[in-house]
């Protein structure tokens, strides 16, 4: 079997995922479930596979035991984000199957009106957070494409690798990949402020170096648009700070409860009574109460502000939780399993 017929299988089934694996069966996930498969490439086939969607670079380097991250466009038009790496002396490839047609913020489960309002602004940090798998690049992508829909605006995206390709609209897209066309994260934004831009992509802020950077770049002026793999919006400050060496937390926690715009927090859940999963998701728009929590590391409660300024858009994961069990999306059971708090959840549902 050619890799096209394992990527066409996987669209067909609506899988997220494919896992090939020299000489083992290969796998799907498919609305978050991993799935075995009766096709076991040999070791042969595994690597012909493999290297039909690389270049030789990057055989070279794969061929030289590295592993290495890639992108790339199917026969469909979807793209394709693929990891290749190595184990027990053999190739296996995980590959991450992107939509072609980016969803709207509505598709996505979320409030058009918030989150266009969220990404009109001019300046400052919006942080889409989740576990792996939660559809953060998706939501990001859906914001890069409101904006290229309906502003005229420079954007830079600086991502490892490409992930959704992005065509002239009412903006003018510059796509970045670490690794090709910038050595990593923080030389690109660094960069990127000499390059006349109004929005500015990180796919992810993975150490300290790529936070001050982008925390510079939304002090200055620039809309910046990011990731983390945390799971509320009081763990996303955390992290942020605790990342920070500590005679510099200081400064770094103004800075933060400054430029910070928004943090949207993301879990896929499964649907209750039909196949697929949805979005249930906790909101904190920085306001003078989550600031003055900020500077006064007071963290820990972030969440009482997010239950009390609900007219504006803010929600707890709990909440959303709650709201989806309430109109029979998702079980009771289920929500109770993907909340970080489920003894206080049972309570409301």
Not at 48 to 59: A, K, Q, R, T, V
Not at 106 to 121: I, M, R, T
Not at 168 to 183: E, L, T
Request: negative net charge.
């Amino acid at each position: 079997m050619e890799l096209k017929e394992l990527i066409k299988y996987a669209r067909d089934n609506r899988c997220s995922d494919l896992h090939i694996t020299a000489g083992e069966a290969v796998a799907v996930r498919k609305y978050g479930e991993l799935e075995l498969l009766d096709i076991t490439p040999s070791i042969e086939e595994t690597e012909d596979m493999i290297f039909s969607i690389l270049g030789d670079e990057d055989i070279q380097n794969v061929q030289a035991g590295k592993d290495i991250d890639v992108a790339s466009t199917d026969e469909s038009g979807g793209r394709l984000r693929i990891n290749i790496y190595h184990q027990r002396r053999n190739l296996a490839a995980s590959i991450r199957l992107l939509d072609s047609v980016i969803p709207s913020f509505e598709e996505l489960g979320h409030s058009g009106k918030l989150f266009s309002k969220l990404v009109e602004k001019r300046s400052g940090l919006i942080l889409v957070t989740g576990p792996t798998g939660s559809g953060k690049s998706t939501t990001l992508a859906a914001m890069i494409d409101y904006i290229n829909n309906n502003m005229s605006r420079h954007i830079i995206t600086v991502e490892d690798p490409i992930e959704y390709v992005y065509g002239f609209k009412k903006s003018m897209i510059h796509q970045r990949q670490v690794g090709r066309d910038v050595p990593d994260f923080a030389t690109a934004l660094r960069s990127a402020l000499r390059e006349d831009p109004d929005v500015i992509l990180v796919g992810e802020m993975r150490d300290y170096e790529t936070i001050n950077a982008a925390i510079t770049a939304a002090e200055t002026g620039h809309l910046v648009l990011s990731t983390l793999h945390t799971r509320s919006a009081t763990q996303t400050v955390e992290r942020i700070i605790s990342a920070c060496p500590i005679e510099a937390q200081s400064a770094l926690i103004i800075q933060i409860a400054s430029v910070l715009t928004g943090v949207i927090t993301q879990t896929l859940v499964p649907r209750a009574e039909q196949e697929g999963r949805i979005a249930a998701t906790e909101i904190m728009l920085n306001n003078t109460a989550v600031s003055n929590l900020i500077k006064e590391k007071k963290t820990n409660q972030i969440q009482t502000v997010l239950q009390s300024n609900m007219q504006t858009g803010m929600h707890t994961m709990n909440y959303s939780l709650a709201n989806l069990v309430k109109t029979r999306v998702i079980s009771r059971d289920v929500a109770l399993k993907y909340s970080e708090n489920p003894t206080e959840l049972a309570k409301s549902i």
